[in-house]
């Protein structure tokens, strides 16, 4: 908190200091500075250490989320019950879907599965009935 002023009454007043009032005023505002520049120096080292605390926290959300990708069911699953999911994703296309207009047709569903992840990519091209 700001230090107290012996001045404080004679502020945004037409007061004229004496001599001996100019050499307290001015020790009383280079003790004012010394202060502000002890408080940017400190707000300084806390901004550089909320910058460390944002990075590792970053850090830590990243790997949060990565782990929990782990946990989802659909790792779970089989390659000998996923890859009938695949064919039966192709079966169930209407063959007429490209004559319509844009949308997920025959064509692209493979495309679209092998996109998804490395094991999924391995998988539906391991499935000759995709292609």
């Known amino acids: 908190m700001a230090e107290s002023s012996p001045f404080s009454s004679h502020l945004r007043t037409n007061y004229v200091p004496s001599d ?9 505002i280079e003790n004012q500075r010394a202060s502000v520049e002890e408080l940017t120096r400190k ?3 806390t901004k550089a250490s909320v ?12 790997s949060i989320e990565d782990h929990s990708k782990l946990l989802s069911p659909i790792r779970r699953i089989s390659d000998d019950v996923l890859s009938p999911m695949f064919t039966f994703c192709l079966e169930t296309m209407d063959p ?3 004559e319509r207009g844009p949308g997920l047709s025959r064509g692209k ?15 539906a091209l391991r499935n000759p ?3």
């Open 20 to 28: 001996r009032e100019v050499y307290i005023l001015k020790e009383f």
């Open 43 to 45: 707000i300084q080292e």
């Open 51 to 62: 910058t460390q605390m944002e990075v590792q926290r970053a850090a830590y959300l990243k």
């Open 96 to 98: 007429t879907e490209h």
């Open 109 to 123: 569903i493979s495309v679209v599965l092998s996109h998804v992840s490395m094991l999924w990519r391995d998988l």
């Open 129 to 131: 009935l995709l292609w």
